[in-house]
C-alpha cells in the first residue's frame, strides 16, 4: 500500500530545466530516507540524490552537484528534484525511491520505488 508517484518529466534542450515530484503515500515517512535515482537505455540504475525526511540533509552524486537540488515538503509529504543546466547525459528514466535505515546511496537499500519519469534532453 505504500505508493510512490513521480511526476514532472518530460522533453527540454540542453541547458533546461525541469522539477520533478514525487508524492508518497501509504505510511508516514517522517523517519526515511527519500532518494532519486535514474537509468537509461541499456544501463544499470545509479544513484542521483537523497534526503533525510526529518533533519533536511542532503547528499549528491558527483556528477549533479550544482545542478541538481533535492528537497521535501513535510506538509504535502512530497520530494522533489530541482534539474538545472540539464545536458543530453542527464537523459533517463527518475526514479523515486524510500529507506528506513542503510547505506543512502546504494540501489538495494531502499524498500520502496516508484514507476519513474522520463527525462529527456536533446542537443
Known amino acids: 500500500q505504500v505508493q510512490l508517484v513521480e511526476s514532472g518529466g518530460g522533453l527540454v534542450q540542453a541547458g533546461g530545466s525541469l522539477r520533478l515530484s514525487c508524492a508518497a503515500s501509504g505510511r508516514t515517512f517522517s523517519s526515511y530516507t527519500m532518494g532519486w535515482f535514474r537509468q537509461a537505455p541499456g544501463k544499470e540504475r545509479s544513484f542521483v540524490a537523497a534526503?533525510?525526511?526529518?533533519?533536511?540533509?542532503?547528499h549528491y552524486a558527483n556528477s549533479v552537484k550544482g545542478r541538481f537540488t533535492i528537497s521535501r515538503d513535510n506538509a504535502k509529504n512530497t520530494v522533489y528534484l530541482q534539474l538545472n543546466s540539464l545536458q543530453p547525459e542527464d537523459t533517463a528514466v527518475y526514479y523515486c525511491?524510500?529507506?528506513?535505515?542503510?547505506?543512502?546511496?546504494?540501489?538495494?537499500?531502499?524498500?520502496?520505488w516508484g514507476q519513474g519519469t522520463q527525462v529527456t534532453v536533446s542537443s
Open positions: 525511491a524510500a529507506q528506513y535505515q542503510g547505506i543512502i546511496t546504494t540501489l538495494p537499500a531502499y524498500r520502496y
Open positions: 534526503i533525510l525526511w526529518s533533519s533536511g540533509g542532503t
